[in-house]
């Protein structure tokens, strides 16, 4: 629950536990959200901008800032951010993602299976 004047996602100062300073390596999908964003935010493109990567993170409500990682909290803002500027459709965004899924391992086994 947040504090009177203060926002879900503002964790300054609040005890968090220790801070783990170690690296890890990025799964593919990481580094291709991570390369996706610099696409769409260059100097060329500037479809979006930090400032509103920021907004659609801090948009996101304190339920699923919680339950998302680092990452799905920039997919879920990028998808916000071009659904909001027409740029894709959430019919075009729907059917991609099914074709997506149809393509795992996993529906392929329930479609051998079924």
Known sequence: MSEPGRMHHDMGG????????GQHDHVLW?????ALLMLLS???????????????????????YSRLTYYE??????????????IIR??????????IEARSPEARSRK???
């Open 90 to 99: 959430a019919d075009e965004l729907g059917r991609k993602m099914a074709e």
């Open 42 to 64: 260059n100097n060329t493109r500037r479809i979006i901008t930090v400032d509103e990567l920021r907004r659609g993170i801090e948009e996101l409500g304190a339920e699923a």
């Open 14 to 21: 609040r005890p968090a536990g220790p801070v783990d300073h």
């Open 30 to 34: 990481e580094k291709r959200v991570d």
């Open 112 to 114: 051998e299976a079924g």
């Open 73 to 86: 909290r920039w997919v879920a803002s990028v998808t916000h951010n071009l659904l909001e500027k027409g």
